[in-house]
Protein backbone atom coordinates (compact mmCIF):
# COMPACT_ATOMS: atom_id res chain seq x y z
CA UNK A 1 0.00 0.00 0.00
CA UNK A 2 3.04 2.80 0.70
CA UNK A 3 4.57 1.69 -2.38
CA UNK A 4 1.25 2.21 -4.46
CA UNK A 5 0.90 5.10 -2.46
CA UNK A 6 4.58 6.56 -3.41
CA UNK A 7 4.13 5.93 -6.70
CA UNK A 8 0.94 7.76 -7.02
CA UNK A 9 2.57 10.79 -5.10
CA UNK A 10 5.76 10.22 -7.58
CA UNK A 11 3.54 10.64 -10.51
CA UNK A 12 1.28 13.54 -9.32
CA UNK A 13 4.66 15.42 -9.00
CA UNK A 14 5.58 15.09 -12.70
CA UNK A 15 3.88 15.94 -15.98
CA UNK A 16 4.23 14.79 -19.34
CA UNK A 17 6.30 18.05 -19.87
CA UNK A 18 9.03 16.69 -17.43
CA UNK A 19 9.37 13.46 -18.88
CA UNK A 20 10.13 14.90 -22.48
CA UNK A 21 12.32 16.77 -20.70
CA UNK A 22 14.22 14.36 -19.08
CA UNK A 23 14.15 12.28 -21.85
CA UNK A 24 15.85 15.09 -24.24
CA UNK A 25 18.67 15.92 -21.28
CA UNK A 26 19.70 12.09 -21.28
CA UNK A 27 20.01 12.29 -25.59
CA UNK A 28 21.61 15.26 -24.92
CA UNK A 29 24.16 14.35 -22.38
CA UNK A 30 24.62 11.18 -25.33
CA UNK A 31 24.89 13.24 -27.73
CA UNK A 32 27.56 15.10 -26.09
CA UNK A 33 29.56 11.69 -24.93
CA UNK A 34 29.39 10.87 -28.70
CA UNK A 35 31.08 14.15 -29.63
CA UNK A 36 33.63 14.29 -27.09
CA UNK A 37 34.94 10.88 -28.03
CA UNK A 38 35.14 12.00 -31.66
CA UNK A 39 37.38 14.57 -30.14
CA UNK A 40 39.52 12.37 -28.16
CA UNK A 41 39.62 9.85 -31.24
CA UNK A 42 43.26 9.56 -33.36
CA UNK A 43 43.66 12.14 -35.85
CA UNK A 44 42.89 10.49 -39.32
CA UNK A 45 44.50 12.39 -42.32
CA UNK A 46 41.45 11.98 -44.41
CA UNK A 47 37.40 11.57 -42.98
CA UNK A 48 35.24 9.22 -45.06
CA UNK A 49 32.01 11.08 -45.20
CA UNK A 50 28.85 9.03 -45.87
CA UNK A 51 26.07 9.79 -47.86
CA UNK A 52 23.46 7.45 -46.03
CA UNK A 53 20.31 9.10 -44.61
CA UNK A 54 21.15 7.23 -41.07
CA UNK A 55 24.61 9.23 -41.10
CA UNK A 56 23.05 12.36 -41.35
CA UNK A 57 21.75 12.62 -37.61
CA UNK A 58 24.62 11.80 -36.50
CA UNK A 59 26.66 14.69 -38.49
CA UNK A 60 23.82 17.24 -37.72
CA UNK A 61 24.02 16.50 -34.23
CA UNK A 62 28.07 17.26 -34.23
CA UNK A 63 27.58 20.42 -36.06
CA UNK A 64 25.29 21.46 -33.62
CA UNK A 65 27.54 20.93 -30.73
CA UNK A 66 30.12 22.74 -32.67
CA UNK A 67 28.30 26.07 -33.16
CA UNK A 68 27.30 25.61 -29.73
CA UNK A 69 30.40 25.70 -28.26
CA UNK A 70 31.28 28.72 -31.02
CA UNK A 71 28.25 30.49 -29.29
CA UNK A 72 29.32 29.89 -25.80
CA UNK A 73 32.95 30.92 -26.65
CA UNK A 74 31.67 33.94 -28.32
CA UNK A 75 29.35 35.30 -24.97
CA UNK A 76 32.37 34.71 -22.82
CA UNK A 77 34.60 37.33 -25.25
CA UNK A 78 31.65 39.66 -25.48
CA UNK A 79 31.43 40.32 -21.37
CA UNK A 80 34.71 39.96 -21.11
CA UNK A 81 36.04 42.23 -24.11
CA UNK A 82 32.99 44.34 -24.61
CA UNK A 83 32.73 45.23 -20.69
CA UNK A 84 36.97 46.47 -20.89
CA UNK A 85 35.89 48.42 -23.99
CA UNK A 86 33.04 50.15 -22.14
CA UNK A 87 35.08 50.75 -18.81
CA UNK A 88 38.39 51.55 -19.71
CA UNK A 89 39.24 55.42 -21.60
CA UNK A 90 42.62 54.35 -22.85
CA UNK A 91 41.83 50.74 -24.07
CA UNK A 92 38.62 51.82 -25.89
CA UNK A 93 39.35 53.65 -28.72
CA UNK A 94 42.20 50.96 -29.65
CA UNK A 95 40.04 48.11 -28.58
CA UNK A 96 36.92 49.19 -30.79
CA UNK A 97 39.06 50.09 -33.86
CA UNK A 98 40.64 46.46 -33.46
CA UNK A 99 37.05 44.87 -33.22
CA UNK A 100 36.39 46.53 -36.55
CA UNK A 101 38.97 45.30 -38.70
CA UNK A 102 38.80 41.77 -36.90
CA UNK A 103 35.04 41.67 -37.76
CA UNK A 104 36.32 42.58 -41.84
CA UNK A 105 38.78 40.21 -41.98
CA UNK A 106 36.56 37.24 -43.64
CA UNK A 107 36.66 33.64 -41.98
CA UNK A 108 38.94 32.13 -44.53
CA UNK A 109 41.53 34.77 -43.49
CA UNK A 110 42.17 33.34 -40.01
CA UNK A 111 41.72 29.76 -41.31
CA UNK A 112 44.71 28.01 -42.92
CA UNK A 113 46.94 29.54 -40.22
CA UNK A 114 44.61 28.57 -37.34
CA UNK A 115 44.18 24.91 -38.78
CA UNK A 116 47.59 24.04 -39.19
CA UNK A 117 48.96 25.44 -36.18
CA UNK A 118 46.02 23.36 -33.90
CA UNK A 119 46.49 20.50 -35.81
CA UNK A 120 50.48 20.65 -35.00
CA UNK A 121 49.90 21.19 -31.34
CA UNK A 122 47.32 18.27 -31.16
CA UNK A 123 48.94 16.14 -33.72
CA UNK A 124 47.60 12.90 -32.17
CA UNK A 125 44.13 13.55 -31.48
CA UNK A 126 41.05 15.15 -33.46
CA UNK A 127 41.28 17.84 -30.85
CA UNK A 128 43.62 20.43 -32.52
CA UNK A 129 41.03 20.48 -35.54
CA UNK A 130 37.44 20.37 -33.73
CA UNK A 131 39.52 23.21 -31.63
CA UNK A 132 40.33 24.83 -35.42
CA UNK A 133 36.23 24.67 -36.28
CA UNK A 134 34.92 25.75 -33.31
CA UNK A 135 37.36 29.30 -33.51
CA UNK A 136 36.27 29.48 -37.04
CA UNK A 137 32.49 29.47 -36.22
CA UNK A 138 33.93 31.82 -33.58
CA UNK A 139 34.64 34.53 -36.09
CA UNK A 140 31.49 34.43 -37.62
CA UNK A 141 29.70 34.81 -34.41
CA UNK A 142 31.40 37.27 -31.70
CA UNK A 143 31.49 40.70 -33.55
CA UNK A 144 28.55 41.93 -33.49
CA UNK A 145 27.61 40.71 -29.81
CA UNK A 146 30.36 42.33 -28.40
CA UNK A 147 29.71 45.90 -30.21
CA UNK A 148 25.79 45.19 -29.20
CA UNK A 149 27.10 45.04 -25.06
CA UNK A 150 29.59 47.58 -25.54
CA UNK A 151 26.99 49.97 -26.50
CA UNK A 152 24.60 48.85 -24.26
CA UNK A 153 27.10 49.59 -21.52
CA UNK A 154 27.74 53.12 -22.94
CA UNK A 155 23.77 53.71 -22.93
CA UNK A 156 23.14 52.64 -19.72
CA UNK A 157 20.62 55.51 -18.12
CA UNK A 158 21.84 57.95 -16.49
CA UNK A 159 19.31 57.62 -13.19
CA UNK A 160 20.17 53.79 -12.92
CA UNK A 161 23.95 54.98 -12.21
CA UNK A 162 23.19 57.18 -9.37
CA UNK A 163 20.96 54.80 -8.16
CA UNK A 164 23.73 52.58 -8.18
CA UNK A 165 25.83 55.10 -6.33
CA UNK A 166 23.18 56.17 -3.68
CA UNK A 167 23.20 52.31 -2.71
CA UNK A 168 27.00 51.88 -3.19
CA UNK A 169 27.30 48.88 -5.05
CA UNK A 170 30.04 47.75 -6.27
CA UNK A 171 31.41 46.86 -10.02
CA UNK A 172 30.16 43.81 -9.59
CA UNK A 173 26.80 44.53 -8.19
CA UNK A 174 26.13 47.10 -10.67
CA UNK A 175 26.66 44.72 -13.57
CA UNK A 176 24.37 42.09 -12.34
CA UNK A 177 21.64 44.07 -11.63
CA UNK A 178 21.95 47.42 -13.42
CA UNK A 179 23.91 46.68 -16.71
CA UNK A 180 23.50 43.30 -17.89
CA UNK A 181 19.75 43.63 -17.25
CA UNK A 182 19.56 46.70 -20.02
CA UNK A 183 21.78 44.56 -22.52
CA UNK A 184 19.69 41.94 -22.50
CA UNK A 185 17.66 42.42 -24.95
CA UNK A 186 20.28 43.45 -27.55
CA UNK A 187 22.81 40.97 -26.56
CA UNK A 188 20.07 38.11 -27.29
CA UNK A 189 18.67 39.39 -30.65
CA UNK A 190 22.08 40.05 -31.71
CA UNK A 191 23.01 36.30 -30.75
CA UNK A 192 20.08 35.06 -32.59
CA UNK A 193 22.51 37.18 -35.62
CA UNK A 194 25.46 35.56 -34.36
CA UNK A 195 24.02 31.75 -34.41
CA UNK A 196 23.04 32.64 -38.41
CA UNK A 197 26.51 33.55 -38.70
CA UNK A 198 27.99 30.54 -36.96
CA UNK A 199 25.85 28.09 -39.78
CA UNK A 200 26.59 30.21 -42.73
CA UNK A 201 30.32 29.24 -43.18
CA UNK A 202 29.92 25.72 -41.74
CA UNK A 203 30.36 24.12 -45.21
CA UNK A 204 33.54 25.26 -45.72
CA UNK A 205 34.88 24.98 -42.41
CA UNK A 206 34.11 21.47 -41.82
CA UNK A 207 35.26 20.32 -45.69
CA UNK A 208 38.38 22.74 -45.27
CA UNK A 209 41.24 21.72 -47.76
CA UNK A 210 45.11 23.26 -47.91
CA UNK A 211 47.22 21.84 -50.71
CA UNK A 212 47.43 18.14 -50.63
CA UNK A 213 45.88 18.16 -46.41
CA UNK A 214 42.47 17.49 -46.50
CA UNK A 215 40.78 18.59 -42.92
CA UNK A 216 37.59 17.50 -43.48
CA UNK A 217 35.34 16.78 -40.05
CA UNK A 218 32.51 14.69 -39.70
CA UNK A 219 29.41 16.90 -40.15
CA UNK A 220 26.00 18.29 -42.14
CA UNK A 221 28.75 20.90 -43.88
CA UNK A 222 31.17 18.28 -45.01
CA UNK A 223 27.76 16.45 -45.42
CA UNK A 224 26.51 19.07 -48.50
CA UNK A 225 30.34 19.27 -49.67
CA UNK A 226 30.73 15.76 -50.50
CA UNK A 227 26.93 15.47 -52.03
CA UNK A 228 27.69 18.69 -54.08
CA UNK A 229 31.20 16.46 -55.46
CA UNK A 230 29.16 13.38 -55.80
CA UNK A 231 26.09 14.94 -58.05
CA UNK A 232 24.31 13.06 -55.34
CA UNK A 233 21.01 15.04 -55.63
CA UNK A 234 18.72 13.51 -52.92
CA UNK A 235 21.83 13.77 -50.84
CA UNK A 236 21.67 17.69 -51.41
CA UNK A 237 17.74 17.68 -50.65
CA UNK A 238 18.11 15.59 -47.61
CA UNK A 239 20.74 17.67 -46.08
CA UNK A 240 19.21 21.11 -46.70
CA UNK A 241 16.16 19.54 -45.06
CA UNK A 242 17.94 18.81 -42.36
CA UNK A 243 19.51 22.07 -41.98
CA UNK A 244 15.77 23.71 -42.18
CA UNK A 245 14.97 21.24 -39.38
CA UNK A 246 17.59 22.24 -36.76
CA UNK A 247 17.29 25.84 -37.23
CA UNK A 248 13.29 25.43 -36.31
CA UNK A 249 14.27 23.43 -33.29
CA UNK A 250 16.72 25.78 -32.16
CA UNK A 251 14.52 28.78 -33.08
CA UNK A 252 11.19 27.54 -31.78
CA UNK A 253 12.84 25.58 -28.38
CA UNK A 254 15.55 28.02 -27.63
CA UNK A 255 15.25 31.59 -29.00
CA UNK A 256 11.82 31.66 -29.18
CA UNK A 257 11.12 31.42 -25.00
CA UNK A 258 14.30 33.56 -24.47
CA UNK A 259 12.28 36.30 -26.55
CA UNK A 260 10.11 36.14 -24.28
CA UNK A 261 11.17 36.30 -20.98
CA UNK A 262 13.75 38.82 -22.28
CA UNK A 263 11.00 41.64 -22.67
CA UNK A 264 11.05 41.76 -18.85
CA UNK A 265 14.17 43.76 -19.32
CA UNK A 266 12.74 46.27 -21.52
CA UNK A 267 13.44 49.92 -20.37
CA UNK A 268 10.53 51.02 -22.52
CA UNK A 269 6.66 50.62 -22.39
CA UNK A 270 6.19 49.90 -26.03
CA UNK A 271 2.77 48.47 -26.08
CA UNK A 272 3.42 46.27 -29.10
CA UNK A 273 6.30 44.22 -28.05
CA UNK A 274 4.18 43.31 -25.03
CA UNK A 275 1.80 42.08 -27.55
CA UNK A 276 4.64 39.11 -28.51
CA UNK A 277 3.13 35.64 -28.53
CA UNK A 278 3.89 33.21 -26.32
CA UNK A 279 5.59 30.20 -28.47
CA UNK A 280 4.19 26.39 -27.55
CA UNK A 281 7.70 25.15 -25.88
CA UNK A 282 7.37 28.46 -23.44
CA UNK A 283 3.52 27.49 -22.71
CA UNK A 284 5.15 23.65 -22.30
CA UNK A 285 7.59 24.84 -20.28
CA UNK A 286 5.17 26.85 -17.65
CA UNK A 287 3.44 23.33 -17.24
CA UNK A 288 6.49 21.58 -15.66
CA UNK A 289 6.44 20.63 -12.17
CA UNK A 290 10.08 19.85 -12.07
CA UNK A 291 11.52 22.81 -13.35
CA UNK A 292 10.48 25.33 -10.49
CA UNK A 293 11.64 23.00 -8.12
CA UNK A 294 15.18 22.86 -10.03
CA UNK A 295 15.38 26.41 -10.31
CA UNK A 296 14.44 27.53 -6.90
CA UNK A 297 17.66 25.09 -5.93
CA UNK A 298 19.76 26.54 -8.56
CA UNK A 299 18.17 30.36 -7.10
CA UNK A 300 20.00 28.61 -3.16
CA UNK A 301 23.12 27.58 -4.77
CA UNK A 302 23.72 30.95 -6.59
CA UNK A 303 22.91 32.52 -4.03
CA UNK A 304 25.35 30.81 -1.51
CA UNK A 305 27.89 31.06 -3.95
CA UNK A 306 27.43 35.19 -4.63
CA UNK A 307 27.65 35.16 -0.64
CA UNK A 308 30.87 33.28 -0.92
CA UNK A 309 32.36 35.12 -3.86
CA UNK A 310 31.72 39.15 -2.05
CA UNK A 311 33.73 37.47 1.46
CA UNK A 312 36.28 36.52 -1.24
CA UNK A 313 36.01 39.90 -3.47
CA UNK A 314 35.89 41.77 -0.42
CA UNK A 315 39.65 39.97 1.06
CA UNK A 316 41.08 41.00 -2.49
CA UNK A 317 39.75 44.24 -2.20
CA UNK A 318 41.73 44.83 0.92
CA UNK A 319 44.62 43.06 -0.05
CA UNK A 320 44.61 45.30 -3.56
CA UNK A 321 44.52 48.60 -1.39
CA UNK A 322 47.23 47.73 0.86
CA UNK A 323 50.56 49.50 -0.03
CA UNK A 324 52.37 46.62 -0.38
CA UNK A 325 50.10 44.73 -3.25
CA UNK A 326 50.07 48.14 -5.30
CA UNK A 327 53.58 48.70 -6.76
CA UNK A 328 53.36 44.76 -7.51
CA UNK A 329 49.96 45.35 -9.65
CA UNK A 330 51.49 48.02 -11.21
CA UNK A 331 54.49 46.61 -11.98
CA UNK A 332 52.53 43.96 -13.82
CA UNK A 333 50.40 45.98 -15.68
CA UNK A 334 53.91 47.88 -16.87
CA UNK A 335 55.17 44.57 -17.69
CA UNK A 336 51.96 43.50 -19.67
CA UNK A 337 51.94 47.15 -22.02
CA UNK A 338 55.74 46.24 -22.58
CA UNK A 339 55.07 42.90 -23.60
CA UNK A 340 52.06 44.22 -25.93
CA UNK A 341 54.25 46.47 -27.76
CA UNK A 342 57.13 44.13 -27.59
CA UNK A 343 54.88 41.77 -29.90
CA UNK A 344 53.13 43.59 -32.15
CA UNK A 345 56.86 45.77 -32.66
CA UNK A 346 58.16 41.64 -33.68
CA UNK A 347 54.58 40.72 -35.47
CA UNK A 348 55.05 44.15 -37.87
CA UNK A 349 58.73 43.39 -38.34
CA UNK A 350 57.96 39.42 -39.79
CA UNK A 351 54.97 40.86 -41.69
CA UNK A 352 57.42 43.65 -43.43
CA UNK A 353 59.89 40.73 -44.21
CA UNK A 354 57.06 38.41 -45.81
CA UNK A 355 55.90 41.54 -47.72
CA UNK A 356 58.90 42.49 -48.74
CA UNK A 357 59.53 39.14 -51.44
CA UNK A 358 56.10 40.17 -53.24
CA UNK A 359 56.60 41.76 -56.59
CA UNK A 360 55.57 45.59 -58.02
CA UNK A 361 53.12 43.61 -60.16
CA UNK A 362 51.69 41.07 -57.80
CA UNK A 363 51.11 44.47 -55.22
CA UNK A 364 48.86 45.61 -58.37
CA UNK A 365 47.12 42.34 -58.88
CA UNK A 366 46.18 42.53 -55.33
CA UNK A 367 45.01 46.09 -55.19
CA UNK A 368 42.91 45.65 -58.36
CA UNK A 369 41.02 42.56 -57.28
CA UNK A 370 40.17 43.97 -53.90
CA UNK A 371 39.27 47.39 -55.31
CA UNK A 372 36.54 44.91 -57.64
CA UNK A 373 35.89 43.19 -54.22
CA UNK A 374 34.93 46.42 -52.84
CA UNK A 375 32.64 46.89 -55.37
CA UNK A 376 30.94 44.18 -54.96
CA UNK A 377 30.31 44.50 -51.31
CA UNK A 378 29.26 47.69 -51.92
CA UNK A 379 26.70 46.73 -54.50
CA UNK A 380 25.09 43.85 -51.93
CA UNK A 381 24.53 45.99 -48.95
CA UNK A 382 23.46 48.55 -51.35
CA UNK A 383 20.83 46.20 -52.55
CA UNK A 384 19.99 44.20 -49.56
CA UNK A 385 19.38 47.83 -47.82
CA UNK A 386 16.75 48.54 -50.56
CA UNK A 387 14.92 45.94 -49.61
CA UNK A 388 15.19 45.32 -45.84
CA UNK A 389 14.63 48.19 -44.45
CA UNK A 390 11.14 49.07 -45.78
CA UNK A 391 10.35 45.50 -44.50
CA UNK A 392 12.18 46.06 -41.45
CA UNK A 393 9.88 49.10 -40.93
CA UNK A 394 6.90 47.75 -42.14
CA UNK A 395 7.42 44.43 -39.69
CA UNK A 396 8.61 46.56 -36.79
CA UNK A 397 5.54 48.60 -37.32
CA UNK A 398 2.74 46.00 -37.48
CA UNK A 399 2.73 43.50 -34.56
CA UNK A 400 0.22 41.28 -36.28
CA UNK A 401 2.75 40.60 -39.24
CA UNK A 402 5.85 40.74 -36.74
CA UNK A 403 4.30 37.94 -34.91
CA UNK A 404 3.73 35.98 -37.89
CA UNK A 405 7.00 37.39 -39.83
CA UNK A 406 9.74 37.23 -36.96
CA UNK A 407 10.17 33.41 -37.13
CA UNK A 408 10.19 33.32 -40.70
CA UNK A 409 12.68 35.69 -41.02
CA UNK A 410 15.10 34.06 -38.15
CA UNK A 411 14.68 30.56 -40.00
CA UNK A 412 15.48 31.77 -43.27
CA UNK A 413 18.44 34.49 -42.01
CA UNK A 414 19.78 31.12 -40.56
CA UNK A 415 20.14 29.26 -43.35
CA UNK A 416 23.76 28.59 -44.63
CA UNK A 417 23.36 30.24 -48.25
CA UNK A 418 26.69 28.45 -49.29
CA UNK A 419 24.94 25.48 -49.14
CA UNK A 420 22.69 26.89 -51.87
CA UNK A 421 24.98 28.59 -53.83
CA UNK A 422 26.11 25.75 -56.24
CA UNK A 423 22.45 25.16 -57.36
CA UNK A 424 22.39 29.08 -57.67
CA UNK A 425 25.03 29.38 -59.52
CA UNK A 426 23.93 26.68 -62.02
CA UNK A 427 20.99 28.37 -62.55
CA UNK A 428 22.68 31.83 -62.89
CA UNK A 429 24.80 30.21 -65.64
CA UNK A 430 21.46 28.31 -67.47
CA UNK A 431 20.06 32.57 -67.27
CA UNK A 432 23.05 33.83 -68.82
CA UNK A 433 24.46 35.79 -65.73
CA UNK A 434 28.00 35.79 -65.74
CA UNK A 435 29.52 35.70 -62.15
CA UNK A 436 30.38 39.40 -62.04
CA UNK A 437 27.18 40.06 -61.72
CA UNK A 438 25.69 36.53 -60.08
CA UNK A 439 28.85 37.55 -57.09
CA UNK A 440 26.77 40.63 -56.26
CA UNK A 441 23.27 38.35 -55.97
CA UNK A 442 24.90 35.25 -54.29
Known amino acids: MGLSYSRIKFVRSISWVDVVFLIGLVVFIYAVLGVAAEWAGPFRPKTEIHLGFSHLLGYSLSSLVRVFLAYLLSLVFTLTYGYWAAKSKAAEPILISLLDILQSVPVLGFMPGLVLALVHIFPHSNLGLELAAIVMIFTGEGWNMVFSFYSSLKGVPPEYKEVARLYRLDKWQVLRTVELPCAVNG ?14 FLMVIESFSLGDQDFRLPGIGSYMAVAYERHDLAAVFAGIGMMFFLIVVV ?4 WAPLVVWSE ?3 LDQDTNRSQIAEP ?4 WLKRSRLLPRYYKLLQRLSAEIEKRADTQRKKITEQLHKKSVRPLVKVFRYLCVL ?13 FRLLAVTSAGSWFI ?4 TFFTLLRVVAAVTLGSLWTIPVGVFIGTHPRWSRRLQPVVQVVASFPAPMLFPMLTFVLVKMGITLEIGAVLL
Open 187 to 200: LLWNSMLSMAGGWF
Open 280 to 283: LVYQ
Open 264 to 266: RFR
Open 251 to 254: DRCL
Open 366 to 369: FIRD
Open 339 to 351: FAIAFFIWGIVHM
